[in-house]
């Protein structure tokens, strides 16, 4: 069985702050990994994917994730917090295989709170 | 390009009526269909998908149900709400694990 775990279910940062957000994830074959944002009343938007190319993924509003496979690890980071990045963050895991094609193992979730 | 709908944004019910919620999707065809639920503090709970018409796969057992009658619809249903019914409901879509899901804006259901 998938699984994520998301470390902190709060994390709060001063604006020009770096962002971490941390993910870990178990999987028994090569995983796709996945973070979401969602802001207040919202569904869920894709920020970045990893599906086993380049280890370090970049996505949409300046932020970034790492794969380590030896840490089991898709932590997400930004090097300069905004306002407007303050949302909740989903970290996500999938696979291909057999009738669960694409079904999507979420963690928790994180609470990014941006002070000024 | 591929478009996902979800309707009612907002709706207020009482106990013990019933719900329909609907979900298309447009730009696409078979896709995966997906209904979460997200309650406060709870994360996302994923509550049924579908690979294909009438191909439905119940992830938890409670009061709710789903059906695909069409190709790109999907439908969340039920006979008696209750009050722990109320949540954040969301419904996605995906081609593929590789593709990662797609989401609508949700419907915020408050059972009174």
């Known amino acids: 069985a998938q699984s994520v775990t998301q470390l902190g279910s709060h994390v709060s940062v001063s604006e020009g702050a770096l962002v971490l957000l941390r993910c870990n994830y178990s999987?028994?074959?090569?995983?796709?990994l996945f973070w979401y944002v969602q802001y207040p009343n919202q569904g869920l938007q894709l920020l970045l994917k990893y599906t086993s190319a380049a280890t370090l993924v970049k996505g949409i509003n300046g932020f970034e994730a790492e794969f380590k496979k030896s840490e089991t690890s898709f932590h997400l980071t930004k090097p300069s917090a905004h306002m407007s990045d303050a949302a909740e963050y989903f970290c996500a895991v999938s696979d291909d295989r057999g009738s669960t094609l694409g079904r999507l193992y979420f963690g928790r979730g994180t609470q990014l709170t941006v002070w000024p | 390009s591929q478009t996902i709908h979800q309707w009612p944004a907002t709706l207020v019910q009482p106990v013990g009526s019933p719900l329909s919620l609907e979900c298309t999707v447009e730009?696409?065809?078979?896709?995966?269909l997906y209904w979460y639920r997200q309650a406060a503090g709870r994360g996302l709970q994923l509550l049924f998908y579908s690979v294909g018409i009438g191909q439905i796969s119940s992830e938890v057992p409670q009061n709710l149900s789903a059906s695909r009658p069409q190709d790109r619809q999907f439908i969340l249903s039920s006979k008696k709400l209750l009050l722990s019914d109320s949540g954040f409901y969301l419904c996605?879509?995906?081609?593929?694990?590789?593709?990662?899901?797609?989401f609508g804006q949700g419907t915020r259901l408050t059972v009174v």
């Open positions: 999987s028994s074959v090569p995983p796709y």
């Open positions: 996605a879509w995906s081609l593929q694990g590789a593709s990662g899901a797609f």
């Open positions: 730009g696409t065809s078979n896709p995966n």
